[in-house]
């Protein structure tokens, strides 16, 4: 069973919730992660929501030299083992859509990992401009 | 000329013995590293020259042959006329016209050059005769001494590569495995781990590759037997791999040689060219299925290197570094191959053991250390040099009986067997046998087998110093306990040297040497403590005598001692003139007077005064 | 090995070497602990956790007396080795050692020899540093002290090490570590830095990643990401009317 987002930005508002859903989903040590997805304005009051988009011939996996960037067969997700990274910062400038990003408040990489299967940013999301649905 | 077969080999063998004993008048020179040092090879250029020119019948120049180390390196140098076995010592080169002169043309011994007995005073002629070499038995050091290493002719002449070719053609690799296994031959290397256990678990691991070691890394000071083996009969080596190469199934042996032993490499390469060139390395060895090659590495110079995993990791051309053997190298050794690694001494009693049988090899020795031991005599003992004996002799036996005892009427205090990370025994530990138990039971351990004899002029604590200094030097400081450790027992053993010390001081010492012994990675960082630890065992009041009465027994510590000068000052001047600080004045037949404000205990008097008239207190 | 498994029934066992992208190498020894097994009659082994493989019926004692003396004296030493590393006094403060008991090591640094930095550049496949000299002289250092030819500014031995002892700077476009310096690939929409020009190639030819996704920062490709998909959404609204 594959599931996938589906976004329509012409539904995305802006508001953020995604971001706040994801940043306290991925809360360490009482602090909350840096949010693996934006809203980006591209018109006035027109915005679409980034992420990872979990790509099959992955830039982050091919660049990392630890192997710290695996496939989690089970949800598709791409996740990053932080016990294995470095920190070398290659997946960051790799990733031709910018998802890999730095996270300075806990010093370290983080990417999209779409929950472990239920991404909390789509189910937030309060316009369903952002959805995670079941395909075909 | 290939020898292809056994058949062939012992015609060869034929040939080799006819030509060696054709020559009835042997002039034996001993080219080992020692009498190198003192000028062997002029003497050997001189007989050389000086046959020639006379021209006498029988004796040719092909008589004078340059043999390895003899042992006896405190008389070198040192030579041997065959068949009367007449030794002379100290040989000058201006000796050597009389000797060919007298002894070789008219049969006259010149007494003043023979061996003199230090206790019946009387001159000894046949070197069998004398205590040193009548006391030993020989196995590993059967042919050093007695052939030149660098002619293959010599070694099959005295039945070299006779246990290779029985191994080869009459046994299984079980079989060989089990007669090393029934011998109880136990590694020479220190550990004394069973060899014949070892190569059962290597040939039983299964692999495209297995891979036969000879470690020649000996690096402890004081220690110089696989020097010697590798340098004065480097075939018994080669010739022991190949046994072994045979019985775990190897194609690819390697011999670990450090780069000091330059007379070792040179006479190991060329025992190896010869032994290809007549087909005793190289492919279908005498014809069998054993393909086996030898290939010499040099080592750097790491006292580390000696062991297993660092000097596997040092042929790979990696960092001489050990690793955890928590899987053995024997299953994962060279490149992650089985490995078999042996010590040099191993490898030459191997042949004997195949040749001779493994119930000849027990009747020597103990019946948990069979066979003999070659052991290093160095420091403070009348005859320093190489001796084997068999195992189970007592160390008083080593050191008075064929040692000699200690120089200058001194007494003795303790001896050190097995190098830095060994021990030191005290007077009372002399009736204590020399084998691998009892070593380790009392707080030393058989190591390679160099022994430093110390007198009574000794500081047991500067010795701990002294060895905890090299072991810093020579940690490869991959883990903390060993690298901080041993740095830190340094510290604090200088510290006590200075009359710095305290008892918490030593504590913490006796503390910290608990950790390094199990916290470090490898044999060297486990055994590092033990200078200290041997040391504080038997001569802890010596310790206390540093710490509590600022004094140091052995009249070593600068800071702790104080010379005078008692009566028995002639008033000879010597100690004046020696002295770098003019501490000392007088004038000549008057007792001379020491500022002891100006002195700085440097020992220069004391080391020129020919009276005992300097007290070290 | 071993080390993992404690770690994942929850037992705090301290390691200041070990890292899962690099191979363990026992050189901290502060992982190590007590085993024994019942057929071994009360012979007990103190083995590094880290490189001891697992086996059946092993029975791990993590913190007997022995095991807490010995790290103990470890940090000890670390403590007269490292005298300003806050990592070995916070990890130190821990077992009770404030003050160490030793004498403190002459022009003492914070690096405690782990080969972390090492280990992790051969992983890469450069190299490009080492352990040079022996013992208590050791020092990690590229080859012969002069500038690593290897070293592509990548920082992984930086970030890597446990006491952060191995310095750099990114200044004017450029980076320094090892007496090296680096172009700096920066944005070419914004000019933030990215990554060393010698890291990125190395990417591009060992991974097969194409050049121009490293020419933008991770916020300008983003933007662009946006920027493309708003104009789709543009034209489908154009479409519409």
């Known amino acids: 069973m594959m599931f996938r987002f589906e976004v329509n930005p012409s539904l995305c508002t802006g508001c953020r919730t995604c971001e706040l859903a994801c940043a306290f989903t991925h809360t360490k040590n009482q602090k909350p992660g840096r949010s693996r997805i934006y809203p980006i304005g591209y018109a006035k009051d027109e915005y679409v929501p980034v992420t990872c988009l979990q790509c099959d011939e992955a830039a982050c996996i091919k660049s990392c030299m630890f192997d710290a960037l695996r496939r989690n067969e089970e949800t598709g997700a791409i996740e990053l083992n932080l016990e294995r990274c470095v920190k070398c910062e290659a997946c960051v400038a790799a990733c031709p859509f910018g998802c890999a990003l730095i996270d300075n408040v806990h010093e370290e990489i983080v990417k999209c990992d779409l929950c472990g299967g239920s991404p909390a940013c789509a189910q937030f999301c309060p316009t369903k401009a952002l959805e995670y649905k079941k395909i075909a | ?617 | 090995m071993l080390l993992a498994v404690i770690r994942r029934e929850g037992v705090d066992v301290p390691a200041l070497c070990e890292h899962e992208a690099i191979e363990p190498c026992g050189s901290c020894r502060l992982c190590m602990v007590e085993i024994t097994k019942k057929e071994w009659d009360g012979w007990k082994n103190h083995v590094t956790s880290c490189l001891y493989p697992v086996e059946d019926g092993l029975i791990v004692s993590t913190h007997t007396d022995q095991v807490m003396e010995i790290r103990k004296t470890i940090l000890d030493l670390y403590m007269a080795r490292c005298p300003g590393s806050e990592v070995i006094q916070k990890m130190a403060e821990e077992y009770g050692i404030y003050k160490t008991s030793y004498i403190t090591v002459p022009d003492a640094d914070n690096c405690i020899m782990c080969y972390a930095c090492t280990r992790i550049c051969e992983v890469l496949g450069k190299s490009a540093i080492a352990a040079v000299e022996r013992g208590h002289r050791k020092v990690i250092a590229p080859p012969f002290g002069d500038v690593p030819p290897d070293c592509i500014g990548c920082l992984s031995c930086a970030h890597i090490c446990p006491t952060d002892v191995i310095k750099w700077n990114d200044e004017d476009g450029t980076r320094t570590i090892w007496k090296k310096n680096f172009e700096l690939i920066t944005c070419k929409e914004c000019g933030k830095n990215i990554i060393s020009r010698e890291f990125a190639d190395y990417i591009i030819e060992k991974r097969e990643v194409p050049a121009e996704y490293f020419e933008t920062c991770d916020d300008c490709k983003r933007a662009e990401v946006a920027r493309k998909m708003g104009s789709l959404v543009t034209r489908a609204k154009e479409v519409s009317l």
Not at chain 2, 24 to 30: A, E
Not at chain 2, 265 to 282: H, M, P, Q, S, T
Not at chain 2, 325 to 345: A, D
Request: glycine share 10%; with cysteine.
């Open chain 2, 1 to 617: 000329m290939r020898i292809e077969s056994i058949d062939q080999l012992n015609q060869w063998r034929e040939k080799c013995r006819t030509e060696f004993e054709a020559q009835k008048r042997r002039i034996l020179i001993c080219l080992g590293t020692a009498c190198r040092a003192n000028g062997a090879i002029e003497v050997y250029e001189e007989f050389k020259k000086v046959l020639a020119e006379k021209n006498i019948n029988d004796v040719s120049v092909e008589a004078v042959t340059k043999t390895g180390c003899h042992g006896y390196c405190a008389l070198g140098p040192l030579v041997i006329l065959e068949p009367e076995g007449t030794f002379y010592t100290k040989v000058k080169k201006i000796n050597i016209p009389e000797i060919v002169e007298k002894t070789i043309e008219n049969g006259e011994i010149i007494q003043r050059l023979l061996y003199k007995d230090a206790n019946t005073k009387k001159r000894v002629a046949d070197y069998n005769e004398i205590p040193f070499y009548a006391r030993q038995q020989r196995i590993a050091l059967r042919n050093a001494g007695n052939i030149d290493p660098n002619q293959i002719e010599h070694y099959i002449a005295v039945g070299g590569y006779q246990g290779m070719a029985k191994a080869l053609t009459q046994m299984k690799p079980q079989e060989v495995i089990d007669e090393v296994s029934k011998s109880g031959l136990r590694g020479r290397g220190g550990g004394g781990f069973p060899t014949g256990r070892k190569w059962a678990t290597c040939a039983k691991v299964e692999s495209d590759i297995h891979y036969v070691i000879c470690n020649g890394d000996e690096g402890d000071p004081g220690a110089f037997m696989d020097r010697t083996l590798m340098g004065s009969d480097p075939h018994s080596v080669l010739e022991g791999m190949i046994i072994c190469a045979h019985a775990v199934g190897s194609i690819k042996g390697y011999i670990y040689v450090r780069e000091e032993y330059p007379l070792a490499v040179i006479n190991l390469k060329k025992a190896i060219e010869d032994a290809r060139e007549f087909g005793l390395l190289g492919d279908n060895i005498l014809g069998s299925d054993l393909c086996f090659d030898i290939q010499v590495n040099r080592g750097g110079g790491a006292f580390v290197c000696g062991e297993s995993s660092a000097l596997m990791k040092s042929v790979a051309g990696e960092i001489g570094e050990p690793r955890a053997k928590y899987i053995h190298s024997v299953v994962q050794g060279l490149y992650n191959k089985p490995t078999v690694l042996n010590n040099v001494e191993s490898f030459a009693t191997v042949p004997m053991i195949i040749e001779k049988g493994a119930d000849w090899f027990t009747s020597f020795g103990t019946p948990k250390s069979p066979g003999t031991k070659v052991f290093s005599l160095a420091g403070k003992i009348m005859n320093s040099g190489l001796v084997e004996v068999p195992m189970g002799i007592t160390l008083r036996e080593i050191i008075f009986d064929i040692g000699g005892g200690i120089p200058n009427k001194r007494k003795f205090k303790a001896v050190q067997t097995g190098g830095p990370s060994g021990g030191c025994l005290p007077a009372e530990k002399l009736d204590l046998p020399c084998d691998f138990d009892s070593l380790t039971a009392a707080g030393s351990m058989m190591g390679s087998g160099g022994m430093v004899i110390m007198d009574d002029r000794t500081c047991m604590v500067e010795i701990a110093r002294y060895f905890l200094g090299f072991l810093v030097m020579e940690s490869c400081g991959k883990c903390v306990p060993c690298r901080e450790g041993l740095y830190q027992l340094y510290q604090l053993c200088t510290k006590i040297c200075e009359g710095k010390g305290t008892e918490e001081d030593l504590e913490l010492m006796e503390k910290l040497s608990k950790t390094i012994e199990i916290g470090s990675l490898c044999g060297l960082g486990k055994s590092g403590p033990n200078p200290f630890v041997s040391t504080l065992l038997y001569f802890r009041d010596e310790y206390l005598a540093h710490i509590r009465d600022k004094k140091c027994p052995g009249g070593v510590c600068r800071n702790l001692i104080t010379f005078t000068i008692n009566d028995d000052c002639t008033g000879c001047l010597a100690c004046i003139k020696a002295c770098p600080t003019e501490a000392i004045t007088g004038e000549k037949k008057k007792k001379h007077i020491l500022d002891q404000e100006l002195c700085t205990q440097c020992g220069s008097c004391y080391a020129v005064c020919k009276f005992d008239a300097i007290d070290i207190t």
